[in-house]
């Protein structure tokens, strides 16, 4: 065998170890518990898949769903982004094709497992992208196990962002083939992969801001070019006409604020190109003087077409939560309802070395070797590495986002490094030349082996942490309890799904339960009963019903409840068990 293939083999053999352990380090939760649903909004997320795969997709486009948000009801189509479910759905049924029988609750438990192996593999293609082959198996090892990620692609974590971020990844990486090879195939693909983003979960807007922001960093260094103008228009074009097909993105894309930096990149694109024609046309004095009267109307007619769609409403305003990542307190001071979920808060520094541990170090290193040799794509890498760490830092949510690109920083930095010091391990085999050279350095060959040793054991205190915080922190179902006793031994309460099962059996079919929002998606799922609020939030009039119904004396709290035509209602009380909870 020849050392290129000896060398493809190893490398293969190390990315499907990594995809292998991607999927098997999330299985936690299922070898501890069984194979069962995590948390909340992936109850609604099962829910609607299993409605798609037993009425199709035209009936689950167009269901009008009664027994969510009481008496209003709640159009499912609409008001969702359906890749994921679509997504399941497609597995689902290319599994029964090859007769392969499975529920599809276990699509849904494992679909999060299997993507991360996916992502692990993307991971590697955009690192090899960037940097080369041994950082990009670096960095897809490092995301494989990364508790930053994990915590929401467990198995039974059946929620958007278990999808997204391999559909963020692969556009990506496939914007950074576009920009390199400035070729319409790479283009066109890097839209539908954006097209499956949108589909799948609503931070695509990190992608449509940053994506123009990477073009606006090329004009202004001078690096703009065709492959620039073609990859971008391209992207943008199609990937806009392709995102307004999802029902629940509509025309936001044209119209609303977080859409508008792509649409301004897209237009100065098209100006800059048609300066640097005319600047080939015209003679230097004459195009110094066309030049300023056309920056100059140009702008002044942007700005009042601007001014006006503003103002009559075309070109809608920022949402809350886009408001609370570029003003922390905004959501506190105007949207209580944002502020008031957890994983909306600040991120602590705790959080961060609990979620990315020695990442948190590296970083800083995979930024200087990225600075160090400045390409276009570095400079994508670097304005990914710096947004996505100053939104990680105001909501925790978005370490999520953070993960892969510290990962792919830390990667392009420990293989620098140790390729740098590897070299001086073995001086036995260098010639004379070199070991005069190697005179003027003192120990060089021990502070190598020094070097590689106390790396080798950062990443096996990275692997111990991730593994921990895999087991213990992120693998227990919200819906089911655990708690250990004075000897060690683990009890398990399953009291929520047996209060949902009792609501099952011992209920009218057409009953109406009020409870706090929070346990909505989890009563129309298991109990299969209607509900008054649920985890959309939708509408704040309702809730705030709810809650002063929940909040009132019983005199005052009973005639909401008639009021609303409730017959049920679920308070939950963890005082026996310890369970810190929002009712009483």
Known sequence: MTPEKQDTLLKLLILSLAAILSFSCRLFSVLRFESVIHEFDPYFNYRTTRYLTEEGFYNFHNWFDDRAWYPLGRIIGGTIYPGLMVTSAALYHALQFLHITIDIRNVC????????????????????????????LVAAAMISIVPGYISRSVAGSYDNEGIAIFCMLLTYYLWIKAVKTGGLFWAALCAIAYFYMVSSWGGYVFLINLIPLHVLA??????????????????????????????????QPVQSSEHMAALGVFGLCQLYSFVEYVRSRVPSEHFKVLYKHLIFAIGVAVAIVGVILTITGKISPWTGRFYSLLDPSY???????????????????????????MLVFLFP????FCFSKLTDSNIFIIMYGVTSIYFAGVM????LVLAPVMCILSGIGISAMLSTYMKDLDVSKSNKKLKKFESNFVLKNEIAWAFVVIMTGFLVTYTMHCTWVTSEAYSSPSIV???RTHDGSRIIFDDFREAYFWLRHNTAEDAKVMSWWDYGYQITAMANRTILVDNNTWNNTHISRVGQAMASSEEKAYEIMRELDVNYVLVIFGGLSGYSSDGT
């Open 109 to 136: 438990v494992f679909l999060a497992p299997l993507f991360s192996s996916l992502t692990t593999i993307v991971t590697y293609l955009l690192t090899k992208e960037l940097k080369d082959a041994s950082s990009g």
């Open 218 to 251: 090329l004009m202004i260094t001078g690096r703009f070019s065709h492959r620039i103008y073609v990859a971008y228009s391209t992207v943008y074009c199609l990937g806009t006409v392709l995102s307004m097909q999802i029902s629940f993105v509509g025309f």
């Open 331 to 357: 959501a506190k001071n105007n949207i209580p309802i944002i502020a008031s979920v957890s994983e909306h808060q600040p991120t602590s520094w705790s959080s961060f070395y609990f979620d990315l541990q």
């Open 365 to 368: 290193v995979g930024l200087y």
């Open 396 to 399: 925790v949510r978005l370490m």
């Open 481 to 483: 309890l655990s708690a």
